[in-house]
């Protein structure tokens, strides 16, 4: 099946930046999309930003629009979230999620267990 795994979060000050990494792994035919939701406690899980695997199509969320940065690199199967300008707001657990398919056509989400993103001083 699919893995996929976030890393790279932490504590950091506001208007400072951080650097989130998601992988996916496994027996993976093909990618769709990558994207980063987040869920801050007593929130309902919103969706922060994501990018198409072919062409690199992207859309954000309008609170992080100017500041987050979304990319990818395809031969590591591999999305990264350049988040500059943070915001207490901005904290929450940083969830990434795949759309890919082990059988062609058979495209299924796949989800990480999140990292935690904290902004304060």
């Known amino acids: 099946q699919v893995h996929v795994a976030e890393s790279g979060g932490g504590l950091v000050q506001p208007g400072g930046s951080l650097r989130l990494s998601c992988a996916a792994s496994g027996t993976i035919f093909s990618i769709s999309t990558m994207g980063w939701f987040r869920q801050a406690p007593g929130k309902e899980r919103e969706f922060v930003a994501t990018i198409t695997w072919s062409g690199g199509t992207t859309i954000y969320a309008d609170s992080v629009k100017g500041r987050f940065t979304i990319s990818r690199d395809n031969a590591k199967n591999t999305v990264y979230l350049q988040m500059n300008s943070l915001k207490p707001e901005d904290t929450a657990v940083y969830y990434c999620?795949?759309?890919?398919?082990?059988?062609?056509?058979?495209?299924?989400?796949?989800w990480g267990q999140g990292t935690q993103v904290t902004v304060s001083s």
């Open positions: 999620k795949a759309r890919a398919d082990v059988r062609a056509g058979d495209f299924r989400q796949y």
